[in-house]
């Protein structure tokens, strides 16, 4: 599993949220704790959505 904001993978990483997608609910999206502090943009690979 890859963080949805800049791709690192988060097994190694203790603290990370996963949520369904605001936009379609149908893709997880992932964020480690870097990228939720930084409040990084992330991109729905299945609609296309990009937020936070
Ligand atoms: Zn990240
Ligand atoms: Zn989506």
Request: hydrophobic residues 20%.
């Amino acid at each position: 599993m890859k963080c949805s904001s800049c791709g690192k993978e988060i097994e190694t990483e203790r603290n990370w949220v996963e949520f369904p997608c605001p936009s379609c609910g149908k893709e997880k999206i992932i964020r480690c704790k870097r990228c939720k502090r930084m409040e990084n943009a992330y991109n729905c690979s299945k609609c296309g959505f990009t937020g936070p």
